[in-house]
């Protein structure tokens, strides 16, 4: 035999192993699943063609020739039918009513052709052609059954083309693959006609169609893993190995045998290795994904969480805020003396203590109202030029009491000529009022500084004290809800720790900034604001 004629039966067998691997593994594997099930036909239609082919090509009798070519054309007949098939299970059109009319008529035709190939109708002999001693002489329904052949091959081609434009991701490469094995296919499979209308051509591109198969079950059986860049590792490695693997059957003595196949060895393993960083990559990105399309999920949870929370907060509040207000209303006429003078001064003391308690959580709900304001976005401001000495003074003189009590000095120092500033009155009293508040309540013994002074365009009041100081801890996290440091847990008992966060919000409303030092724990600490002028 002609040396390169090697190649024609080489070729099929190829195919045929090729097909006979991968279809035995869907029979064996995964046969329930509709997909592996077509695949499996598909390949064994191929096998079938790819075995008699090898025969055909083997055979030295024009007899055995005739039947072994005779023989390959059941599994062509069923190639490109159990194809299109294939796709149109694959794009789930198989159980629409026209595609079922589709397949019904393609396959009433391929029975057809099965029924001519038993007799010569199909196959009419065999002649010799080109390199070929036996090459099929066509008979009547050869033709018929070729452009049926090219119309399956043609139609599947088009679905998946359109299925091509409109899907995205996976489902996207996973067409394209489809598209490139059946334009493979073409190329390859197609030099296999020619010959039998006495073009001289012969089928050199039959090893193309174990590229084809091997494309096409890639594609199907991938399908939920394909990214395009594990596709292409996959490909390009596999391409170098298929190279280096051809060149180690052409080496021409040991030597080269043998540093071809280090080389070959070298390349599967840099291949393998290549594939498992992209595939990981890819892995780590699905699930950095997948933990963002999470967390995006909990936070707007979350975000809906809090509003309940605001809402609920702010309709409690106000609940809460009549019946104090009209305690407090009570008290303060039973100690005016408008109901008759209290008889006993027990009693006298006790209502105060009430009073302080009724007043403390006014203070509270206060807070509560405010931060579900805050929360809400709801918080509204009176702006006006206001000096802000006014409202210290007053801050100062409703604490003084407070002050004296605890036995703690006080300093105010006030810059002259201080510019006025645009702001709302309550809200920079609630401020100054918390930070002095806070100042006496964590300071035991040494002083409270009360400042007001102008730096650049800013006009900034700051309240010192000698008291508990701030962990760095603190300084980070002070101006947050519900924050309270270990110290002042200890110190007092009273507050929840929202008063700083409504007065940085409170500043945030003013354009201006609040700020808080201290030279650390139980060495005193800073606490101010600055507006704009
Ligand atoms: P509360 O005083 O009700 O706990 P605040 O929001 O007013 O809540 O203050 C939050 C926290 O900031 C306090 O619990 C305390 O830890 C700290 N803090 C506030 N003012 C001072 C201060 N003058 N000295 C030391 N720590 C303070």
């Known amino acids: 035999m002609n040396s390169s004629l090697w190649y024609f039966p080489l070729s099929a067998l190829v195919n045929a192993v090729t097909s006979t691997v991968l279809g035995s593994y869907f029979l064996l594997t995964s046969f329930r699943k509709r997909v592996a099930r077509h695949l499996f036909f598909f390949c064994a239609a191929v096998a079938v063609w790819s075995y008699g082919y090898f025969l055909w090509q083997l055979a030295d009798t024009a007899d055995s020739a005739l039947f072994w070519s005779k023989a390959l054309m059941f599994g062509a007949i069923f190639t490109s039918i159990s194809y299109l098939h294939l796709v149109l299970v694959f794009l789930q059109l198989d159980k629409e009513k026209f595609y079922k009319v589709v397949l019904a008529i393609f396959y009433f035709f391929s029975f057809i052709w099965v029924i001519a190939n038993f007799f010569n109708y199909f196959v009419a002999g065999v002649e010799p052609q080109s390199y070929f001693k036996f090459w099929p002489i066509p008979g009547p329904f050869y033709t018929p059954y070729l452009v049926a052949f090219f119309f399956h091959v043609l139609y599947a081609s088009v679905l998946l083309f359109k299925n091509y434009r409109i899907k995205k991701g996976s489902e996207k490469i996973q067409t394209a693959l489809l598209l ?50 594990v596709v292409s590792a996959e490909l390009f490695a596999g391409l170098f ?42 892995k780590r990105r699905e699930e950095i994904q997948k933990l963002a399309a999470e967390l995006k999920a909990a936070n707007e949870k979350l975000i809906e969480l809090d509003k309940a929370k605001s809402e609920f907060l702010s309709i409690a509040s106000h609940q809460l805020r009549t019946p104090l207000t009209i305690i407090k209303g009570y008290i303060s006429m039973i100690q005016d003396g408008d109901y008759g003078s209290v008889p006993n001064p027990k009693i006298g003391e006790v209502l105060s203590n009430v009073y302080q308690s009724n007043e403390h959580l006014i203070h509270l709900v206060n807070d509560f109202l405010d931060v579900s304001r805050i929360d809400a976005g709801r918080t509204e401001y009176k702006f006006e030029k206001v000096n802000l000495k006014d409202i210290l003074e007053e801050v100062v003189k409703q604490n003084a009491h407070r002050i004296k009590e605890k036995g703690l000095k006080l300093k105010l120092i006030m810059a002259k000529n201080l510019p006025k500033v645009s702001a709302d009155v309550e809200k920079i009293h609630h401020v100054m009022f918390n930070f002095f508040s806070n100042s006496i309540k964590y300071t035991d013994k040494g002083f409270i500084k009360a400042e007001l002074f102008r730096d650049g365009n800013w006009v900034v009041c700051q309240i010192s004290d000698s008291g508990i100081g701030l962990t760095p801890a603190d300084k980070q996290n002070l101006f947050q809800k519900f924050y309270r440091s270990e110290n002042a847990r200890h110190k007092s008992v009273e507050g929840v720790g929202l008063g700083l966060f409504v007065c940085h ?27 704009p002028i």
């Not at 020619?194 to 199907?220: D, E, F, Q």
């Not at 080269?256 to 196949?261: C, H, N, P």
């Not at 390349?267 to 990559?281: F, P």
């Open 180 to 229: 490139i094995g059946i334009f493979i296919a073409f190329v390859g499979g197609s030099t296999n006609y020619p010959l039998w209308y006495h073009l001289n051509i012969a089928p050199w591109g039959n090893a193309l169609v174990s590229l084809y198969v091997i494309l096409t079950v890639y594609a199907m059986m991938k399908y939920k893993f394909l990214d395009v860049k």
């Open 241 to 282: 190995f298929i190279i280096f693997l051809v060149d180690v059957f052409l080496s021409k003595n040991i030597t080269e045998f043998i540093v071809r196949l280090i080389a070959l060895v070298f390349t599967g393993i840099v291949g393998i290795m290549l594939i498992r960083s992209v595939r990981q990559e890819v």
């Open 505 to 531: 919000k409170f500043i945030e409303g003013h354009h201006g900034e609040v700020f808080a030092k201290s030279p650390g724990p139980g060495k005193g600490s800073v606490f101010g604001f600055r507006v």
